[in-house]
Structures are given as structure tokens and as C-alpha cells.
Nanobody, 114 residues
Framework: QVQLVESGGGLVQPGGSLRLSCAASGIIFDNAAMNWYRQAPGKQRELVATITSGGNTNYLESVKGRFTISRDNAKKMVYLQMNSLKSEDTAVYYC????????WGQGTQVTVSS
């Protein structure tokens, strides 16, 4: 069964940190590039970060230097470490496979507010 399950979101103050996790099942994970996306209220979903099968990464300009994407192939997990969070980072965060997306998971809510 193909499934993506995101977790780790929550309410955090500006300047705080969160670590998001994405568990993938039912796919050949090792050779798949994986992405984190986010969707803020009233806005389209946007690509936040990508990690290739070889570990190369790419980031949305506004999160460079603050977010770090990583993966654990043995566990079929993708992570997003988010530091120095800003109110504009508030969104539902999703993970998915690059190029050929899978069915979307439920996402995890990140709210940055004082």
C-alpha cells in the first residue's frame, strides 16, 4: 500500500524550530527524489525543498539557510529541519515523490505565531 505520512508540526514562536518527518511506504524509496511542499491558507501549494537519491538538495529561496532536508533510506524517511521560523512559514506541509507524485498524505500543520 502506497502511503505518505507526515508528522512533527505544531505551534511555535517566531525564531523557533521544528523538525518534520515523512514516512513513505509501498514505494521503491532509495532511487526516488523526494520533496517537501507547503500550502498556506488561500495560496497554492509550493515546493519548499528537494533531496535527490544521491543526497543533493535544493531549496525555495525564502527558506535557504533556515531549512534542511535530509533522508534515511533504510527507514524510508524524509525530514525537514526548520530553524528561525517566521510567520510566513505558517502552512500545511506535505512530502511527496519528485516527478511522479504519489497520493498526497494528510500533511502536518505548522503555525508560527507569538
Amino acid at each position: 500500500q502506497v502511503q505518505l505520512v507526515e508528522s512533527g508540526g505544531g505551534l511555535v514562536q517566531p525564531g523557533g524550530s521544528l523538525r518534520l518527518s515523512c514516512a513513505a511506504s509501498g514505494i521503491i524509496f532509495d532511487n526516488a527524489a523526494m520533496n517537501w511542499y507547503r500550502q498556506a491558507p488561500g495560496k497554492q501549494r509550493e515546493l519548499v525543498a528537494t533531496i535527490t537519491s544521491g543526497g543533493n538538495t535544493n531549496y525555495l529561496e525564502s527558506v535557504k539557510g533556515r531549512f534542511t532536508i535530509s533522508r534515511d533510506n533504510a527507514k524510508k524517511m524524509v525530514y525537514l529541519q526548520m530553524n528561525s521560523l517566521k510567520s510566513e512559514d505558517t502552512a500545511v506541509y506535505y512530502c511527496n515523490r519528485d516527478r511522479i507524485p504519489l497520493a498526497w498524505g494528510q500533511g502536518t500543520q505548522v503555525t508560527v505565531s507569538s
